[in-house]
Structures are given as structure tokens and as C-alpha cells.
């Protein structure tokens, strides 16, 4: 309130001190244009050269931003545009995610004008083609894309490998696979395409190597890798020179009861008659599991190699229910002379699981005490339950 108030004093007297100074001398100003002219005083002609330039101006102003007019126009309608294309974008990629593949195809290509694109429209676009099952149309959406430059080349040549892939197309993955940069093959996208192209083509040395970097990415369902790698993995078991060292390389998860390698791994050591082998790796295996198809694998073992179980048999004894490591025990001890240990571990082993073998190994066993006639009533025995 003060400085308005000091305001309006010094305005007063500006004022005042311009009123007197004006009635004193107003001057005089005559200005001649040929025959023309103009005679007024120097106030007047002052006041009117300012509103003069007031009006200016306000006339540039005005000018100024009409002229603005058509560019705010324009980026409202820009603006307008680049909503619509984030909306249909919006719409494509949510479909694509619920899998509506029709829907994401059709909204991802109405990107309007190339500006109002992204590199995942062509892409996407491709991919929903792709899911469902037509492949060749893919195809052409990839090369429309390269063509007008939309996306990366090597995104273009990924989504391709997964098109020739999806159709099993072996050899031109292979060829556009080629195509990539050593920088692009290392990505977690390219391994995960090169160890489907490697399954395809049996390839399972790469796909092995592979594998883990592609688990570690989660770049594949783990029930598909889980696939690659059992089958990778009883392949390579198949087809090498030394099993054992192919088995110790095999992950853990392939090792436990119930998967397949243990078994192929005994089945090969056995046609290849690697009986030292056989006898390493039973005892190395007796040392953490006890299961039907090791002890079975026992049977197998020569008399010089089987002698050496005989500790890795015993701890399991208790464990096992179907009497098969007493019945290896009772072939121990008959390898080394002890008749009556032989023939309780037989009637043991009979007494666990009254099976053929069982009862056969111990009329042998009576047999060989000159106990024929329990023998010949144990095989009598053995034989009625058969039939």
C-alpha cells in the first residue's frame, strides 16, 4: 500500500510538472511534403508518433500469430495421429500377449505413416503370422520390412530362422543363421534358434553346448530344454567312444533313479563287454543309490570283478527288498569257499523274493552240499509256481 501510494504521488507530479511545461510552450513542428503539409505542436506530434507505434505493434503481434496458425494446427493434428498409432500399437501388442494372432496382425499393421512406427511393428506383426501357421505369409511381411527398412536386418533375420524353423525348413535356417554378425549369434534369441536348429538336425555336440546359456536365459519353455538335453545327452552317450566320459560330463539332473542314461550307460558297458569299467562304475554308483537295474547289472559282472562288490553290496542289504544283493552276496561267497554263508544268503535272498532265480541259486547251492532232495523239492517248487 505504501509504494501505491508512492506511486500515485510521483505520477501526480509527472503529471503536473508535463501540464505546465505543455500550457508554457506547446512548440511548434511543420512538416512539408511538396504541396502538401502539416502544422501542429511538438506534444501532440509526440503522442501521436507513440500510438502510431502502439498500433504497429499490435498489427506484427496480430500477424505474427496468425501466421502461427497452420504450424499449431499442424501439431495438434501430428499429436491426433501419433495417438491414434500408439492406441492401434497399444491394441496389437495386447492382443499378441492374450493370443489373438488375427488381431495383432491387423491393428501392428496400421501403423499409419512410417514415422508413426516402431522396429516391433514389422516384427510382431510377422510373429503373430507366424503363430498361426502361416509361415509364408511371415515370409512376406519380413521381406516388405527389410524392404522398406523398417527393422534391423538381423531382427528381420531371426524372426525368419524362427519361420523356416516353425515350417522345419532345416536348410534355410541354417542359411540365414549364416547371415548373422558373431555379435548377434551370441545373443540369447540366436542360441535359443540354433539349438532348435541343432535338434532338427540332430546336431548334438552344439546343442549340449548350448544348452545351459539358453536354460540360464530362459529363452525356451524348460520342458523343451529338458527334452533337448535328455535326448542330446543319450545320443552322444550312444554314439561315444569312451561312455564313461560322456556320462561323468552329463549334468546331474540326468543321473538320479528313473532317467534313462544310467541304464544306456550299463547296457553299452555291457555289449562292449568293459567289464573292468562296469565293475568302476558300479561301485562308484553304489556309493549313493541302490536300484533294481545296478544290482541287476551284477549279474553280468565275471566272477574276478564281482568279488571286488562285494563291500559297495553289503551297506545296501537292509535296503533292498527284493533280496538281489543277497543273492550277489551268495555268489561271493560261493567264489570264495564259504558254503554256509552261501546258503543263508541264498534262503535269505529266497525269503525277501521267492522268485525262479532265487530258488534256482539255492537248490544249486543244496545241491552242491549234497542235499539233493531239498534241492530237487526247492526246483520242484520254483517250477509250480511258474506254470
Not at 501403423?111 to 502361416?134: F, I, N, S
Not at 551268495?330 to 532265487?358: K, V
Request: proline share 4%; net charge neutral.
Amino acid at each position: 500500500m505504501t509504494r501505491f501510494s508512492l506511486y500515485l504521488v510521483c505520477s501526480l507530479i509527472l503529471g503536473a510538472v508535463l501540464v505546465n511545461a505543455i500550457s508554457q510552450d506547446p512548440g511548434y513542428l511543420l512538416v512539408t511534403w511538396g504541396d502538401w503539409q502539416v502544422e501542429t505542436s511538438v506534444w501532440l506530434a509526440l503522442t501521436a508518433l507513440i500510438v502510431s507505434l502502439l498500433l504497429l505493434w499490435l498489427a506484427l503481434r496480430a500477424l505474427r500469430t496468425t501466421l502461427r496458425v497452420p504450424r499449431a494446427l499442424g501439431r495438434w493434428l501430428g499429436l491426433r495421429s501419433a495417438r491414434g498409432a500408439q492406441r492401434r500399437a497399444d491394441k496389437g501388442f495386447t492382443a499378441f500377449f492374450q493370443g489373438y494372432w488375427d488381431v495383432a496382425e491387423k491393428a501392428l499393421k496400421k501403423g499409419g505413416v512410417a514415422d508413426d512406427q516402431t522396429v516391433l511393428h514389422p516384427l510382431y506383426a510377422a510373429l503373430a503370422a507366424l503363430h498361426r501357421g502361416e509361415s509364408a505369409r511371415a515370409l512376406k511381411l519380413l521381406e516388405q520390412a527389410e524392404t522398406e527398412g523398417s527393422a534391423p536386418a538381423s531382427l528381420i533375420t531371426m524372426v525368419r530362422v524362427e519361420c523356416y524353423l516353425d515350417a522345419r525348413s532345416t536348410d534355410e535356417a541354417q542359411r540365414s543363421l549364416e547371415q548373422l554378425s558373431t555379435s548377434d549369434l551370441k545373443t540369447p534369441r540366436a542360441k535359443a534358434l540354433r539349438s532348435e536348429l541343432a535338434y532338427l538336425q540332430r546336431d548334438w555336440q552344439p546343442l549340449i553346448e548350448l544348452l545351459p546359456d539358453v536354460r540360464r536365459a530362459r529363452t525356451a519353455p524348460d520342458e523343451q530344454i529338458k527334452v533337448w538335453e535328455r535326448e542330446g545327452w543319450i545320443a552322444l552317450l550312444t554314439q561315444a567312444d569312451d561312455a564313461v566320459s560322456v556320462w561323468k560330463r552329463a549334468p546331474d539332473t540326468l543321473k538320479p533313479p528313473g532317467q534313462p542314461l544310467w541304464t544306456l550307460l550299463l547296457n553299452v558297458l555291457q555289449q562292449g563287454a568293459q567289464w573292468d569299467v562296469l565293475q568302476k562304475v558300479l561301485q562308484e554308483r553304489l556309493q549313493q543309490y541302490c536300484e533294481p537295474v545296478t544290482l541287476e547289472a551284477l549279474s553280468c559282472l565275471p566272477d574276478r570283478q564281482l568279488v571286488k562288490m562285494k563291500k559297495a553290496i553289503k551297506r545296501w542289504c537292509d535296503e533292498d527288498s527284493e533280496g538281489r544283493c543277497q543273492a550277489a552276496l551268495a555268489r561271493i561267497a560261493r567264489l570264495e569257499g564259504d558254503a554256509e554263508a552261501e546258503a543263508d544268503l541264498w534262503q535269505e535272498a529266497h525269503a525277501h523274493h521267492p522268485s525262479a532265480a532265487h530258488a534256482a541259486g539255492w537248490a544249486d547251492c543244496l545241491r552242491n552240499q549234497g542235499k539233493e532232495l531239498e534241492a530237487s523239492a526247492l526246483e520242484a517248487e520254483a517250477l509250480s509256481a511258474l506254470r
